[in-house]
T-cell receptor, first 113, second 117 residues
Framework: NAGVTQTPKFQVLKTGQSMTLQCAQD?????MSWYRQDPGMGLRLIHYSVGAGITDQGEVPNGYNVSRSTTEDFPLRLLSAAPSQTSVYFC????????????FGNGTRLTVT | AQKVTQAQTEISVVEKEDVTLDCVYETRDTTYYLFWYKQPPSGELVFLIR??????QNEISGRYSWNFQKSTSSFNFTITASQVVDSAVYFCALSSGEGGANSKLTFGKGITLSVRP
């Protein structure tokens, strides 16, 4: 049972480049979300999804897109990378939306130069 | 609006000391859930405990205990006889509402605990 799998683990981008962070879970969880972690800021919600075909914005959505075509996958797209997007990104899923414990992926460390 | 405050940013203790990590929350909802997560130096985030707003019983799990007090809007975490392996960043989080699509999960900024041998 793999849980939540994020790829890649590390990524370096130049300003203006685009990329997709992949997230997949094999627990049949309906709720999935993306967070970014910055020093001294805790975890901030970027986007979330309560089921296939349904997504919504979190606290810091600007510069990011998501889609949820299947229950398993929830990719995060950076449209035009900026240095302010340098961060550690975590994907998480849970069974019962936000009142259930989150299962986190191992994170993606992204650096934008 | 909901808010989680972890006023302590860094705590350093010597092994075998007891340490309490504070968490104060704000919400207008009567139904809510509180969580603690641990992030060891390896970077992964690990769920420790969930408590709902209707259950004020304290919880003990080995060396870990949690004190939930609605009167002071606090959900504090105590590690008894700390060990080096307890060194991590600890996050408190709050989810208010019934857990439906409009509920939000808010994290505190985290407390970095260093346990020295």
């Amino acid at each position: 049972n793999a849980g939540v799998t994020q790829t890649p683990k590390f990524q370096v981008l130049k300003t203006g480049q685009s990329m997709t962070l992949q997230c997949a879970q094999d627990m049949n969880h309906e709720y999935m979300s993306w967070y970014r972690q910055d020093p001294g800021m805790g975890l901030r919600l970027i986007h979330y999804s309560v089921g296939a075909g349904i997504t919504d914005q979190g606290e810091v959505p600007n510069g990011y897109n998501v889609s949820r075509s299947t229950t398993e996958d929830f990719p995060l797209r950076l449209l035009s990378a900026a240095p302010s997007q340098t961060s550690v990104y975590f994907c998480a899923s849970s069974y019962g939306q936000t009142n259930s414990p989150l299962h986190f992926g191992n994170g993606t460390r992204l650096t934008v130069t | 609006a909901q808010k989680v405050t972890q006023a302590q940013t860094e705590i350093s203790v010597v092994e075998k000391e007891d340490v309490t990590l504070d968490c104060v929350y704000e919400t207008r909802d009567t139904t809510y859930y509180l969580f603690w997560y641990k992030q060891p130096p390896s970077g992964e985030l690990v769920f420790l405990i969930r408590r709902n707003s209707f259950d004020e019983q304290n919880e003990i799990s080995g060396r870990y205990s949690w004190n939930f007090q609605k009167s002071t809007s606090s959900f504090n975490f105590t590690i008894t006889a700390s060990q080096v392996v307890d060194s991590a960043v600890y996050f408190c989080a709050l989810s208010s509402g019934e857990g439906g699509a409009n509920s939000k999960l808010t994290f505190g900024k985290g407390i970095t605990l260093s346990v020295r041998p």
